[in-house]
C-alpha cells in the first residue's frame, strides 16, 4: 500500500508562488497517472492537473494553464506542482492521488484509488 503525503502548502500574496510536492512511502509509484486535486469545504472536488508515469504527457485544467506546472521524479518517488500567479480563488485544499488500473473480468475500471491527506493554499488578497 503506498502512503501520499503531501507538503508546500502555505499563506501566500495573490501573484505569489508556492510549490507543492507529493512523496510517496511504501512502495513505488507505478500508477498510471498522478494526478492533483483541490477541494474547499462544502464544494466538491477538483481535477486540477495530472502526469503519466513516464512524465511525457500532463494535462491541466483551463483555470491554471499557464500558471502551474506539474512534474515528477520516478526516482525519487515524489510528484510536484509548481504553482505561480496565483490568484485568492486558487485558495483550497490540494491533494495528490494515484491512478490506478483496477479492471477485472467484469469490466474496465480505472480510478485515483490512493490519496494523500491535503496540504492547505491560502492566497490572500
Known amino acids: 500500500q503506498v502512503q501520499l503525503v503531501e507538503s508546500g502548502g502555505g499563506l501566500v500574496q495573490a501573484g505569489g508562488s508556492l510549490r507543492l510536492s507529493c512523496a510517496a512511502s511504501?512502495?513505488?509509484?507505478?500508477?498510471?497517472?498522478m494526478g492533483w486535486f483541490r477541494q474547499a469545504p462544502g464544494k466538491e472536488r477538483e481535477d486540477v492537473s495530472a502526469i503519466s508515469w513516464s512524465g511525457g504527457s500532463t494535462n491541466y485544467e483551463d483555470f491554471v494553464k499557464g500558471r502551474l506546472t506539474i512534474t515528477r521524479d520516478n526516482a525519487k518517488n515524489t510528484v510536484s506542482l509548481q504553482m505561480s500567479s496565483l490568484k485568492p480563488e486558487d485558495t483550497d485544499f490540494y491533494y495528490c492521488?494515484?491512478?490506478?488500473?483496477?479492471?477485472?473480468?467484469?469490466?474496465?475500471?480505472?480510478?485515483?484509488?490512493?490519496w494523500g491527506q491535503g496540504t492547505q493554499v491560502t492566497v490572500s488578497s
Open positions: 511504501g512502495r513505488t509509484i507505478n500508477g498510471l497517472r
Open positions: 492521488a494515484e491512478e490506478i488500473d483496477l479492471s477485472s473480468p467484469v469490466g474496465p475500471r480505472i480510478e485515483y484509488d490512493y
